[in-house]
């Protein structure tokens, strides 16, 4: 399967630790994207790297959310001291930056729980 | 800013009937739009986009769906529906970031149900 991949697909964690996800995109897409979904709602982008650069982050997203892309190949999404209002499902997509209309690609999604 | 409505929370239509998910924007400049489908515990899916050119655009699975200038428009169509066609549709548009970037803006989300 050469689509784009997310792990884990399910975590659940205690309020105040931290979590990491991983998305790692279709391998030639430079573009790629992370998106919050929450049950009823369409997704909420979070943020987005061309290669290894981020170039945009949501003005909604807090300071305790951070993402990589180290290689310009997967990213991370590291949420620190998790809070019960970061419960969703947490999605990445990617896409190839050429042109004006690529469509994303998404992967399955992590659903996150908090306790 | 840029803004997408779907105004049905839930679209119920009979196996074998035409089927329509609704969609309006609000934009500046061209719009650029896209639906995508989502099936229970599997990713968004692609389903078609409309950039420029004729206003009918083909996708996948069957569906269509006609850009409407005037009304700010974007109706997702199928002539006949299955019951596999059941799913969440979102619609969304283009929103620019600036220097040839951008992100989508999403619909809250459509949940079709097709009964047999």
């Known amino acids: 399967d050469t689509g784009v991949s997310q792990d884990p697909r399910h975590k659940i964690t205690k309020r105040g630790q931290n979590v990491t996800f991983r998305c790692d995109p279709i391998?030639?897409?430079?573009?790629l994207y992370w998106y919050r979904q929450t049950l009823g709602q369409g997704p909420e982008f979070l943020t987005y790297?061309?290669?290894?650069?981020?170039?945009?982050k949501s003005r909604l997203l807090s300071d305790r959310f951070s993402a990589e892309r180290p290689k310009g190949s997967f990213s991370t999404l590291e949420i620190q001291r998790t809070e019960q209002g970061d419960s969703a499902m947490y999605l990445c997509?990617?896409?190839?930056?050429?042109?004006?209309?690529?469509?994303?690609?998404f992967g399955p999604g992590t659903r996150l729980t908090v306790l | 800013a840029q803004s997408v409505a779907q105004p049905e929370d839930q679209v119920n239509v009979a196996e074998g009937n035409p089927l329509t998910v609704k969609c309006t924007y609000s934009?500046?400049?061209?719009?650029?739009l896209f639906w995508y489908v989502q099936y229970p515990n599997r990713g968004l899916q692609f389903l078609l986009k409309?950039?420029?050119?004729d206003n009918l655009v083909k996708g996948s699975y069957g569906f269509e769906a006609e850009f409407n200038k005037s009304q700010t428009s974007f109706h997702l169509k199928k002539p006949s529906a299955l019951v596999s066609d059941s799913a969440l549709y979102f619609c969304?548009?283009?929103?620019?970031?600036?220097?040839?970037?951008?992100?989508?803006?999403w619909g809250a989300g459509t949940k079709l149900i097709i009964k047999p």
């Open positions: 409309y950039i420029t050119g």
């Open positions: 997509a990617s896409s190839l930056g050429t042109g004006e209309s690529n469509e994303q690609f």
């Open positions: 934009v500046s400049g061209n719009p650029y």
């Open positions: 969304a548009v283009r929103e620019s970031l600036g220097d040839s970037n951008y992100q989508l803006i």
């Open positions: 790297f061309q290669n290894e650069a981020q170039l945009e």
């Open positions: 391998s030639e897409h430079n573009r």
